[in-house]
Each structure stands twice: as C-alpha cells, then as structure tokens.
C-alpha cells in the first residue's frame, strides 16, 4: 500500500509537468486550431534558459538561496521563452494562417528540429547537470514527499487557477474565446485577432519555461533532445483531457503521469509509454473529443 | 467632423476569387439618417456590409467614414470607428452565454457603461434578459437576432449596419425589431445603414434606398418614392406585403 501511494506521489508530480506544458498545447490549438508540434522545444529551450540563469546567479553570488534563485531562473526563462515562441507564431505561422490545414502543422515541426538542433549547436549535445537545488524530503507514514514535488504540484495547481480565471473571467480571455468560436466576428467588434493571438502563443509559452524550469530542478539534467518526449507526452494529455480546455489539459497530464509511474512500478519500465498511448486510444474510442473535451451540441 | 456624408462609398469594387460581386457601388449614408438596400439574393447586399469592414476588402474604389479613409484599415481598427455590424448569419458567438456576447459587443469601451447600455437593450429586447445566462448557440433565431442587433448596439455605434435583421423571424417579431429601429433612430439619432429582403418594411422604415441588382445600384431615392416606383414593386413588391 505505501509503495502504492509513492507511486502515486511520483506519477503526480510528473503529471503536474505534463499538464503545464499541455495547457500551451490546448490553448493554441483552441484559438488557431493548430497544434503547436513546437512547443516540447519551448519547454526544452525554457529548461535551458533556467540553467544559463542558474550558472550565472551562481558565478555571481557565492551564497545559493534557493527561493530567490528560482524565481529568477523562472521569470527570465518565461521571458525568454515568450519572445520565441511570439518571434515563431509572427514568422513561420501567421504567413500561413488561411492556407490548408496541413501547412502550419509541417512548419510547427520544422521549428521543432530548427528549435533543437539550434539547442544542440550552441550548447553542445551532452546532458547538462545542476546540482540539487532543494534535497528537503519529508517522511509521511512510510512515504517519502520531496520537497520539490510539493513545489511542482503547488506551481501547478496555482498557474491552473490563475489562467483558468484569465480565460474565463476577463476582457482578454473572452477575447480569446470569441476568436477560438468566430474570428471575423471577433474583429467586427474591435478585437485586435493578431495580437489576440500573439498573446495566447506568450501566455503558452510561459507556462512551458514554469514547466522547464519545475524540470530541470526535478531532475536535476537536461538535454537538446528534452524537448521531443514530454512535448509528445503532453500534447497526448491535452487530447485526452480534451482538448481546447484548461483543467483537461492539467486531468490528462495527470492520468498519464500516474499510468507511467504505476505501469513502470507494477508492470516494466520498458513499456510505460506503451501503456500511456494505449490508454489513449481506449480513452478516445469511448470519449472522442476527451474527458472535458467540449460536446459538439449547438443549435444552427 | 466633416460636412460630407458619414459614409461615403464610390466606385467600389470586391471580388470573391475572380467573381465580381461589386461593380463600382457608389452609395452615400448621411448622419441620422436610415439607409436601405433592398435587392435580391445575390446581387451583393451582404458583400457591400462586409466591404465597408474590409473583408473582403475592395479590390478598387474607396470608402470613407466620418472624413476617414477606411478603405483598406485592418478591420478592427474599422470597428473602433464606432461603425457595429449585425451581420449576415447573425454570428453568435454559441458557446459564449448572453451576458458574454453583449460583453463582447461593449469591448471597445472595456465595459465602461455596460450596465448602463445593457440595460437599454433589455428594454428593447427583454426576451434577452430572460435568457442572460443561456448559450448563444442554444437560442432560437430570434432571439439570436436579438442578441445580433443588441450586441452591436452595445459598441455604442454612430453607424449601425444591419444585415438582414427579419430574416427567419415571425411577423410580430420583424415589426417588434423595425419599430426599435426606427426608436433608436428617432431618439438616439443613431445612423442606421440597412439591408433587407423584406423591401416593403424596409422601404416603409427608411428615409432613402438603394437598389442593388448584380452589384450594381440601378436605382435610388427617398423610400416613399422607391416604394410607389412600378418596377421596385414589379420586381421587389409584388407577391405580397409583408
């Protein structure tokens, strides 16, 4: 039973990741029905950010303090990651937008490769390590909590709230959601559809750096090639949590990383994203448009 | 402020692909004044609502508005102008509730006098507020025609454009929408530019109109006129009043 709920407490953790990286995946695709294949390597480059961040805060001031550190390697990366993602959006997809389907898709996946091989040039192919910024782990009954994973789930939970009330209770979220549902209405009544959609690729964007950031401190490494698995891992939770919607995006991250955790404790490490992707295809065949994917009942 | 007309349409031209669907309209709109189109489906009614918004934008000629050039503004800076659109289909936002379709149409003002304004629109349409919290994709057309009409009203417009606003809707509702129309006008001086199928209210409601045929205006003049004109009512009027 404890090992049962540790691995709850693992699967949890990884799936508050996922989730956060999901949400820029649900919130472009419910506003330019595109699915963003660039955004994993966001995430990755925010992963980076953080790590170029620590290095100089740490060349710079002898003394580590932890708390101060991260939100800086936080707020620069959510910077920094916002002017590529918005350079990305205004050079390779806004030329496209109006042309057939497929276009920005092959071009999301080309700025994936342009994004990481850029990554792999300029800092080099090896694994990168940090040293362990927070070691606290609190026993529980038999388990063990780090105090990093109650970061990551606390960062999670928070930024859900948070967006959630942007999207659903302000000037700019209903502005979003006016051009996700009818973009040249939207423009007759004043709303700026570009920058409208500018602001949802930063917002996304963002949310990947918290996420990169929560990772590099989760495990303590990263690579050019981080981009590609959890990226492919979260756009899988936000299909299956439904996508276009924010809590979804954070249930479905969940549920996979509980399926991964659970499956690699019980069954074998080997196949755990076997066990992820089946659970998709189940899911989808009984709930196709995911758990909190919006019914399609509209009277025309 | 000019002393033109508000707006002023010459020689336009639009295209869908290498269709024309205008050829070279010249209408004007002055302040305070309602405006008609009447013609049959086809000729470019909806296109010339959609023309004036640049989309799609006119390919020649040029429009302007208030003494502004607007020919070829992006279309949310069009909007910001203060001309509101009722456009054709209606457009409902459907899985926005009542409340957030009139809360689009007050963006300009970021909801700066939306209790104030919706409220009037209440009154004009109280259907509306029996139906604040449902979604727009859930009414019936009426009632999204209503929603159509008060979310542009919302926007504070000085030009009201309306596209169609008796289509699909019983009767009593057609003459319900026209009498407000005429209210706002009387009242509010609100500059209303109209396209309509029903050229009998319409001509009835309007001070002037023009009328479209094949993208072009073949004819104009007061609506009594164009009402009393035999080949208006040949073409248009006959086969019933509505």
Known sequence: MQYFIQQLVNGLTLGAIYGLIAIGYTMVYGIVGMINFAHGDIFMVGAFVALIVFLILTSVFAGINVVLFLLIMMVVAMVMTSLYNWTIEKVAYRPLRGSFRLAPLITAIGMSIVLSNFVQVTQGPRNKPIPPLITEVYNVGGISISLKQLVIVVVTALLLAVFWYLVNKTALGRAQRACEQDRKMASLLGIDVDKTISITFIMGAALAAVAGTLYLMYYGVVSFSDGFVPGVKAFTAAVLGGIGSLPGAVIGGVLIGLIESLWSAYFSIDYKDVAAFSILAIVLIFLPSGILGRPEVEKV | ?242
Do not use: C, W
């Open chain 2, 1 to 242: 402020m000019s002393n033109g007309p508000l707006l002023q349409i010459r020689g336009v031209e639009t295209f869908y692909g290498n269709i024309r669907a205008l050829n070279g309209v010249n209408v004007d709109v002055n302040a305070g004044e309602i405006v008609t189109i009447i013609g049959a489906n086809g000729a470019g009614k909806s296109t010339l609502m959609m023309t004036i918004f640049g989309s799609p934008r006119a390919r020649a000629g040029q429009i302007t508005f208030d003494g502004t050039d607007i020919t070829n503004m992006p279309t949310h800076e069009i909007a910001r102008l203060r001309i509101a659109q009722s456009p054709e289909g209606r457009r409902i936002f459907p899985r926005m509730t009542v409340l957030e379709n009139l809360q689009m149409g007050a963006s300009l003002d970021n909801l700066k006098y939306f209790d104030e304004d919706v409220e009037k629109v209440f009154t004009l349409f109280p259907r509306l507020k029996e139906r604040i919290t449902q979604r727009g994709g859930t009414l019936s057309g009426g009632e999204q025609q209503m929603l159509s009409i008060g979310r542009a009203l919302m926007a504070r417009p000085k030009l009201l454009l309306l596209d169609e606003p008796s289509l699909g809707l019983a009767p009593l509702i057609v003459k319900q929408i026209f009498e407000a129309i005429r209210e706002l006008n009387k009242t509010q001086k609100l500059t209303v530019f109209l396209v309509e199928q029903n050229a009998f209210g319409a001509l009835k409601l309007a001070h002037r109109g023009y009328v479209l045929v094949n993208g072009n205006v073949t004819m104009s003049g007061s609506g009594k006129d164009l009402l009393s004109n035999p080949e208006v009512r040949a073409a248009y009027l006959e086969g019933g009043r509505h």
